[in-house]
Structure formats: structure tokens, C-alpha cells
T-cell receptor
Framework: DSGVTQTPKHLITATGQRVTLRCSPR?????VYWYQQSLDQGLQFLIQ???????AKGNILERFSAQQFPDLHSELNLSSLELGDSALYFC????????????FGQGTRLTVV | DAKTTQPNSMESNEEEPVHLPCNHS???????IHWYRQLPSQGPEYVIH???SNVNNRMASLAIAEDRKSSTLILHRATLRDAAVYYC???????????????FGKGTKLSVIP
């Protein structure tokens, strides 16, 4: 158990809909990262938050947004969903130091039909 | 970002040692070498990391070439549970934006034969 909790584990929704994925980081970790893993693209970094503020952006679509709340949990919002958004979404947390490891959750499997 | 090159796949017999290579010829002096693995249907899991010296932990050993242009992850006795995709990642010592996200490549898929 990595200590990072993601909910829900599975999500099936229709095209055009909006969903929210939730992540609770490991106790004490201030940094949260979101990744998308699809069959053809591998693990892609989406966005990072540190102590409530956005710190870095990767290949995140404009239809996607995220936030980190005062209790440090984070949510990834995906809107106007398309079939191609079907993927595994992982959250990771770390102390945000160069020499520490990142801990990943079990992921949310999103299926858009 | 400095890139890494890994074989797409490798096979090992159970209880034999496994050497997973990684080339990173454009590594900078401040890049740490990190290894993660992803078991089927799970999130990535930290394995080991190092800068210049060889490193050991309970999971594996990391051998780093003297010129740092390559490294090898060593699993001393492969078990069926070690079947996973192994990622070699360069992580900078410092980042102007203060971000330390991991950049994953395609990794090496390790199969363990009973």
C-alpha cells in the first residue's frame, strides 16, 4: 500500500460528460502529480500541485483541470469527454524533493463510451 | 530533458539474476538516475535511485557506469512477482520551477519464466 488513495477505481461515462477524479496523497506529502496512461501514449505527466498551488503543467488538455485543496487532497476534472480520453489516470505524491521517491495510487480506470 | 534508452523486453528464469540495462548518454552532472516498475494493473512503484556510486536496497542494486552514460538495474533473484515494466528515468537535482515530475519512457517489459 503506497498510502495514496484514488477514487473511484473504475468509471464509465458517455461522451460529452464531465467527471471528477479524486486523490488523497500520503500523509505529509505536499506535492501531487497527475498522470495519464493510455495504450498508445504510455505514462504522460499532466499537472502538478504543491501545497495548493499549480507548479508545473505537462500534456494536459484545456478540457482538463485540477486543483489541490487546503487538506492537500486533489481533484482532476475532465470535461467534454471524448472516446480518446479513455485511460488509466494515476495520482502520485511526494515530498517534492529531488532525492525522494514518488508514491503512486492504484489509478482510476476511465472508460468513455 | 535527457533521454534514456532501454530494451523493449527481456526474459529471465525464476530465481536467476536479471540485469536490466539503461543508456543515458546525454545525462548531465546533476541528473539522478531513478528506476520505477509497474506491475500489471498497478501504479508505478519506486525501486531505487542513485547519482554516481552503486546503490543497494532490499529490492535491487543499481550499478552506474563510471562515465554515468549507462546504468544497470540488478534483481538478484527474479521471482514471478518481479514480472513488470521497468522504467529508467533521469530526474534533475534542481528545477527552476521547483517541479520534479517523472518523465516515463516506454520501459523494459520483464517476463519471468517459472
Amino acid at each position: 500500500d503506497s498510502g495514496v488513495t484514488q477514487t473511484p477505481k473504475h468509471l464509465i461515462t458517455a461522451t460529452g460528460q464531465r467527471v471528477t477524479l479524486r486523490c488523497s496523497p500520503r500523509s505529509g506529502d505536499l506535492s501531487v502529480y497527475w498522470y495519464q496512461q493510455s495504450l498508445d501514449q504510455g505514462l504522460q505527466f499532466l499537472i502538478q500541485y504543491y501545497n495548493g498551488e499549480e507548479r508545473a503543467k505537462g500534456n494536459i488538455l484545456e478540457r482538463f483541470s485540477a486543483q489541490q485543496f487546503p487538506d492537500l487532497h486533489s481533484e482532476l476534472n475532465l470535461s467534454s469527454l471524448e472516446l480518446g480520453d479513455s485511460a488509466l489516470y494515476f495520482c502520485a505524491s511526494s515530498e517534492d524533493s529531488w532525492n525522494t521517491e514518488a508514491f503512486f495510487g492504484q489509478g482510476t480506470r476511465l472508460t468513455v463510451v | 530533458d535527457a533521454k534514456t534508452t532501454q530494451p523493449n523486453s527481456m526474459e529471465s528464469n525464476e530465481e536467476e539474476p536479471v540485469h536490466l540495462p539503461c543508456n543515458h548518454s546525454t545525462i548531465s552532472g546533476t541528473d539522478y538516475i531513478h528506476w520505477y516498475r509497474q506491475l500489471p494493473s498497478q501504479g508505478p512503484e519506486y525501486v531505487i535511485h542513485g547519482l554516481t556510486s552503486n546503490v543497494n536496497n532490499r529490492m535491487a542494486s543499481l550499478a552506474i557506469a563510471e562515465d554515468r552514460k549507462s546504468s544497470t538495474l540488478i534483481l538478484h533473484r527474479a521471482t514471478l512477482r518481479d514480472a513488470a515494466v521497468y522504467y529508467c528515468i533521469l530526474r534533475p537535482l534542481s528545477s527552476g520551477a521547483g517541479s520534479y515530475q517523472l518523465t516515463f519512457g516506454k520501459g523494459t517489459k520483464l517476463s519471468v519464466i517459472p
